[in-house]
């Protein structure tokens, strides 16, 4: 076909498109909405994607280098030229067993100072940044966890990695920058002040700032002399005598006369166990052959994974959500089409041949994609451009800059014409394929679908319903997926024809209304077949993802455990709080608040406390099922490791070989008196049940786990590494006396006296509370939790870790 | 120009079955203006959609400017279409989304001339036609008049040499029409061919040859000074005076 013939048919087509406007408008929205979407999702990528050079600032300020330590001073390293995406290597930690040269473990026993003074080059000038802590720190109303740094926002080499909002730099001891964010969370502001835990001085806050990378944390700049103030008053606090500060986190490095530091320089410090940020670097990275890392066989054989499902996942929505745009644009061609049929039939007497017919319609595929495209790209970039604000507080880090990238908007604006041109390309074989005196005529005979094709569809709906079941099978065949799925959609597009008319014949049954369409659907069967199937796919969507939804709802509400019943307080300590310190917190929390007697928990444990700092083997004590609950699909009894599947959730002799983070640390069976028992289990025990406890019995929630009234517990002695030494597991037998609580947060309770009698140890886990005022409802369903900073809200949502299920609170929603 | 020699059409299958033309001969020569006329169901829009390469004979032969339209190719015929044969038909002629220059020139267009060249063309066809004014309108801006005259300078731009017009003056006034039957009678004498469908004696007066259809069969031919004694008395379908 010739280039005019073409022009010729654009021009009928742009000025059909600008006559039929509502058409139009409604195909252009259906194209341009998408591609709005992922426009606006490009232009934020691209804009929030820093240059090495603007990365560079936000890590080093105006610094010629960031230095850090690898895996260990002393040990060599291997690092990219640009190490921000971590590809560092040690050579002696390689797998896991470090194997450290004679040299290396020399060096390492040096102190840092002269380390750095023999790996960097001479008139250096360092800045050290001092390790950033989270530590509570005072606040208007108590006090909220903040990242405490300390370096010198006034030193030159800093300017850049922090931006003053409002203030002035802090000068001297005693004054602190806050991040806006934490000015906002702490209701603090400038000349107010602020007290980190464990020290006396309150600092004076002088600046509000900004970190570009991270504008919603909570952070503080102190002078470098009063983090280390702030850092010593940590370490006395705990167990054992003050411990150093540990090395700093890095230092900004200036060369004389900021002369660069180059890849050479950077070489030999890997030798010393440093790792670079080189701005010279950065700006002319060597060749990948001057590079030992990329050389080194062992960092290669690390690998590194992409997540082949997220991927799939991926590329099936978005090859998905393509297919229902040309299914649904694709009607508005057809109907366009038939409008205009007079049109079509005037051009083919004129002389038009069907590849000129096509054009036509075609030409309103390509105005409409194109004009649909442009649309979405400009109306992304402008809301982009707009929002920037909000996506930079939305995102934590402020855009490089505004960057709109042609290369991305091209090939956007050509996947959203191609969508336009696609949804065309049926009805404009179809029009082609009009007799021409059909046209002109306006006769037309409504024919059966061929049996052929409602063959083929079925056979495509069920070979790509297997394709796509063969992807999900093999977990990394998203072209499976996404190749399986199409086939089936458009093998439902052929089915539809026969269906439509299936549910034609039930027109006799219908009021005059519904039978009017129904039949003008099964007239059109050719525009009706798209939008069914695109109806018919989007709705199997969205079923597939509610299912998926509740199940995992469900799953989540049979893993749930709470910690403890509903309205209690409970107080957990660190295991490496001292005894004083557990009684100044528990005096702290018994002093804020009426809550009514203390009870108090212990944690048990077997010969070896498995909370040590130095950790050799571990005693742990666990409730033992009986041989007749066994988790199914678990080599003896312990699933720990593998996946986890819906019936090994469901079922509870799954549940204690499942990890079980979450309620009381995971622990099921702990020690306490009967004084914290309501809080523990919830109000309305039987008070023989405190007196059964006093007297030695075990409490046990789960009548299952008790045989001819008693309870086994497993004694194990685990290494350091987590494996069991099985000659050193064995079990001891108590009374036991069931208390039906089933969604308790621990499967047995023991006096600490009988814990000690078994041969078991104890040592204090949490002090627990039950206000008076609080329901004494058995904690059967749900709690608030004790600090999850959410109580006050409706309906908050809270998970205590990621594992831990997400459970509405009951007793906040009234 | 064009020939027609023993042309049937069948049109449907066994007890639908309608013969819409039964071997039908004619001969159109260059500069010839026929007027076909006949009862309503008589054929003859059938004739002229043969003739036009538009639908194509049971049996029979169709010799556009001597090619046989039956032995070509779907696309041969469409180029036929294009660049032999002009259609006029009763109204909706034209392309709404196209300027009067515009759907003059599409054939042109479609036949892969430059925009600029088929655009003169238009230009001149149109001046031929006397409507040069039109150029530049929209159809819905023009009478019913106007437009079926930018339909025959449509059926007649480039080398086109045959009009094939079905009661083009069937939707105008009679002052109208008889313009625009003055166009084709100006055309046919600039040396075009004309083959027109009317219902009205007054209107078959300005053809050289009047033929006649009954049933589907070519039931008399007279020539124009016959013609127009034989009509002094006929009725509004042109059957009265048979
Ligand atoms: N596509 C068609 N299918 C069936 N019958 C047709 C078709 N086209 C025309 N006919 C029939 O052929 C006969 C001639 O029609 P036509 O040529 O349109 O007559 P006229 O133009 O003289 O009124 C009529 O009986 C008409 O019903
Ligand atoms: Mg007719």
Redesign the pocket.
């Known amino acids: 076909m010739k280039l005019t013939a073409w022009r010729a048919a654009l021009r009928i087509a742009r000025r059909d498109a600008l006559r039929a406007k509502g058409r139009s408008a409604l195909v252009i929205a259906m194209i341009a909405i998408p591609v709005l979407g992922v426009a606006a999702a490009d232009v934020t990528y691209r804009s929030s994607e820093l240059t090495v050079q603007e990365r560079a600032t936000r890590t080093m300020g105006t610094a010629d280098a960031f230095v850090q330590i690898g895996s260990q001073a002393g040990w060599r390293v291997e690092q990219a030229p640009n190490p921000f995406g971590g590809a560092t290597y040690t050579p002696a930690d390689g797998g896991n067993s470090p194997s450290p040269t004679a040299l290396e473990k020399s060096r390492a026993a040096e102190p840092l100072a002269r380390l750095l003074q023999q790996a960097l080059p001479a008139g250096a000038r360092l800045l050290p940044l001092e390790q950033a802590r989270l530590l509570p720190t005072s606040t208007a109303n108590g006090v909220l966890p903040a990242l405490i740094q300390g370096f010198d926002l006034a030193d030159p080499l800093t300017h850049g990695m922090v931006d003053l909002d409002q203030g002035r730099w802090p000068t001297g001891p005693g004054q602190v920058a806050a991040s806006t964010a934490f000015l906002k969370d702490s209701g603090l502001r400038i000349g107010r002040t602020t007290t980190p835990a464990g020290t006396s001085t309150p600092l004076t806050i002088t600046a509000a700032v900004e970190f570009p990378g991270d504008l919603n944390d909570d952070q503080l700049v102190l002078w470098p002399t009063d983090l280390a103030t702030v850092l010593a008053a940590q370490n006395t606090g705990t167990t054992g005598p003050a411990q150093p500060a540990g090395p700093p986190m890095g230092w900004l490095l200036a060369m004389p006369g900021h002369s660069g530091f180059s890849w050479d320089d950077v070489l030999k410090a890997n030798q010393w166990g440093f790792v670079i940020t080189s701005r010279a670097v950065l700006q002319d990275p060597p060749p990948d052959s001057a590079v030992p890392l990329d050389q080194d066989p062992g960092y290669h054989n690390l690998g590194r994974s992409s997540d082949p499902v997220a991927t799939a996942v991926l590329a099936t929505v978005v090859g998905m959500a393509l297919l229902e745009i040309v299914l649904l644009a694709g009607p508005a061609f057809a109907v366009g089409a038939r409008r205009s049929r007079r049109q079509l039939g005037l051009i083919a007497a004129g002389g038009g041949d069907r590849a000129h017919i096509r054009a036509v319609v075609l030409g309103s595929g390509v105005v409409l994609g194109l004009t649909g495209a442009v649309t979405g790209i400009v109306v992304g970039a402008i809301a982009v451009a707009l929002g920037r604000g909000e996506l930079e507080s939305l995102s934590g880090a402020r855009f490089g800059g505004y960057s709109l990238r042609p290369v991305d908007l091209l090939g956007i604006m050509l996947v959203g014409l191609v969508t336009g041109l696609l949804a065309a390309v049926v009805p404009a074989v179809q029009a082609s394929r009009q007799d021409v ?2 046209s002109l ?1 306006g ?1 037309g005979i409504v024919k059966a679908p061929p049996a052929w094709l409602t063959v083929l569809g079925a056979l495509a709906v069920a070979g790509g319903t297997a394709v796509a079941l063969l992807g999900v099978g093999t977990g990394r065949g998203s072209m499976f997926i996404l190749g399986g799925s199409i086939l089936a959609e458009l093998g439902a597009v052929a089915c539809t024809p026969f269906l439509v008319g299936l549910f034609g014949r039930l027109g006799r049954l219908l009021p005059l209304g519904p039978r009017l369409a129904l039949r003008d659907s099964t007239r059109n069967r050719g525009r009706t077949a798209p939008a069914v199937a695109a109806v018919m796919a989007a709705v199997a969507g969205a079923v597939a993802v509610s299912v998926y939804q509740s199940s995992s709802d469900t799953a989540s509400r049979a893993q749930y455990q709470p910690s403890g019943a509903i309205g209690s307080v409970m107080l957990q300590y660190q295991s490496s709080d001292t005894p004083a310190r557990m009684a100044a917190e528990a005096g702290a929390v018994q002093n804020s608040a009426d809550l009514g007697p203390r009870g108090d928990l212990d944690r048990l444990y077997y010969q070896h406390d498995c909370d040590a700092p130095d950790m050799a083997t571990c005693g742990t004590v666990t409730v033992a099922f009986p041989a007749a609950l066994h988790c199914p699909g678990s080599a003896n009894g312990s699933a720990q490791g593998t996946p986890v599947t819906g019936v090994q959730v469901l079922n509870k002799a799954c549940a204690s070989t499942m990890l079980n983070v979450g309620a009381l640390d995971g622990e099921n069976v702990i020690a306490t008196g009967p004084a914290a028992l309501p809080a523990l289990l919830g109000g309305g025990l039987d008070p023989s049940a405190g007196q059964a406890l006093a007297a030695g019995t075990a409490l046990v929630t789960d009548p299952s786990l008790v045989t001819d009234g008693r309870v086994t517990l497993n004694l194990r002695l685990t290494d350091g590494t987590g494996g069991a030494s099985p000659a050193r597991t064995t079990t001891v037998s108590l009374p036991a006396l069931v208390v039906n609580r089933p969604s308790a947060p621990v499967q047995a309770v023991l006096s600490p006296a009988a814990a000690v009698r078994a041969g078991l140890r104890t040592a204090p886990m949490a002090a627990v509370w039950l206000p008076s005022g609080a329901s004494t409802a058995p904690s059967s369903s749900a709690w608030p939790p004790p600090s999850a900073g959410c109580p006050a809200r409706p309906r908050c949502r809270w998970s205590a870790d990621t594992r831990a299920p997400t459970v509405r609170s009951r007793s906040a929603w009234r | 120009m064009l020939r027609l020699a023993s042309v049937s ?1 069948v ?2 299958q066994g007890a ?1 079955e ?4 039964r071997s039908v001969d004619l001969e159109v020569r260059p500069g010839e203006f026929v007027a076909v006329m ?12 043969l003739a036009g390469g538009l ?1 194509s004979a049971s049996s029979g032969q169709v010799v556009v400017e001597g090619t046989e339209l039956g032995a070509l190719s779907r696309k041969a015929l469409a180029a036929v279409r294009r660049r032999s044969i002009g259609y006029v038909f009763q109204d909706f002629n034209l392309i709404p989304a196209l300027t009067a220059a515009e759907n003059v020139s599409l054939p042109r267009e479609l036949d892969g001339l430059s925009g600029r060249k088929a655009r003169a063309e238009a230009l001149a066809a149109l001046e031929e036609i006397g409507v040069a004014e039109l150029a530049d309108r929209f159809p819905d801006e023009m009478s019913g008049g106007q437009q079926q005259r930018v339909a025959i300078a449509r059926a007649l731009i480039g080398d086109r040499r045959l009009v094939l017009a ?1 009661e083009p003056t069937g939707a105008l006034d009679s002052a109208t029409g008889e313009a625009v039957l003055a166009v084709l009678r100006g055309r046919c004498d600039a040396g075009a061919a004309a083959v027109m ?1 009317t219902h009205e004696a007054r209107h078959a007066a300005w053809a050289d040859r009047v033929v006649f ?1 009954r049933d ?1 069969r070519l039931v008399d031919e007279s020539a124009r000074s016959s013609a127009e004694t034989l009509f002094s008395g006929v009725g509004p379908d042109g059957t009265g005076g048979l």
Do not use: F, I, Y
């Not at chain 2, 006949?38 to 959609?49: A, D, H, R, V, Y």
């Open positions: 005196m059909t005529t006769r | 059409r049109h449907g639908a309608v013969h819409a033309l006949g009862p309503s169901g008589s054929g003859k829009s059938t004739l002229l959609t639908d079905d469908v259809l589907g």
